[in-house]
């Protein structure tokens, strides 16, 4: 008879769950990790409990678990996309909180607003929804930063990254229209821990 450690192995549960969508994606496991990284840090700064950041931080990780619904030669795809063909990548919100809902765990309660959220804007021009402001969960809020600076820092098939710096300043430049003006504060001060969650990644 196996021993169930049930916090340990829903942990180690989402970070396969969400492995599969970005599997897909050519396999970069480590971005669910700089995900989880940079939003601890994100937390720490806005002044979280240690239990709060535990649960939004492995949430996250969760955010793009819909993309499992998309073709896969749409994730890969390079150019720009047609009307039909952004309106399916945009629907990875709906179908990822379609996977996760009603579950009985906050972690995946919680995965389920990022999942649904993580594209909504401060200013309301987000999707699916055009929610705004304090609105939009903090899960979601934080995981909106995170990936933000994550897509522009990491090479991906279809695209070039940017350099950290350039990254920083375009996420410091949508402070208060895309991003959460506490949030974006946190990021630009905490900005050296940021760094040190990418360069240890990197190294492992």
Request: charged share 25%.
């Amino acid at each position: 008879m196996f021993s169930f450690d049930s916090h340990k192995e829903l942990v180690d549960a989402v970070w396969r769950m969400a492995y599969i969508a970005e599997f897909r994606e050519g396999g970069n496991a480590a971005h669910l990790e700089r995900i989880k990284g940079y939003v601890q840090v994100l937390g720490r700064g806005l002044g979280l409990t240690q239990n709060e950041i535990q649960v939004i931080s492995t949430a996250c990780q969760l955010h793009d678990i819909g993309k499992v619904g998309l073709p896969e030669g749409l994730l890969l795809q390079q150019g720009q996309y047609s009307e039909s063909e952004l309106k399916k990548i945009k629907s990875h919100t709906t179908i990822g909180a379609e996977i996760l809902k009603n579950a009985n765990s906050p972690l995946l309660q919680a995965g389920e607003m990022v999942a649904l959220n993580h594209h909504e804007r401060w200013d309301g021009s987000g999707y699916p929804n055009g929610i705004s402001a304090e609105e939009i969960p903090l899960s979601a809020r934080l995981c909106a930063v995170a990936d933000v600076f994550d897509a522009l820092t990491t090479p991906r098939p279809y695209k070039k990254e940017i350099s950290v710096e350039d990254a920083m300043r375009l996420i410091v430049g949508a402070n208060g229209t895309l991003f959460d003006p506490q949030i974006v504060q946190v990021f630009q001060d905490d900005f050296q821990n940021i760094l040190k969650v990418k360069k240890t990644i990197e190294k492992d």
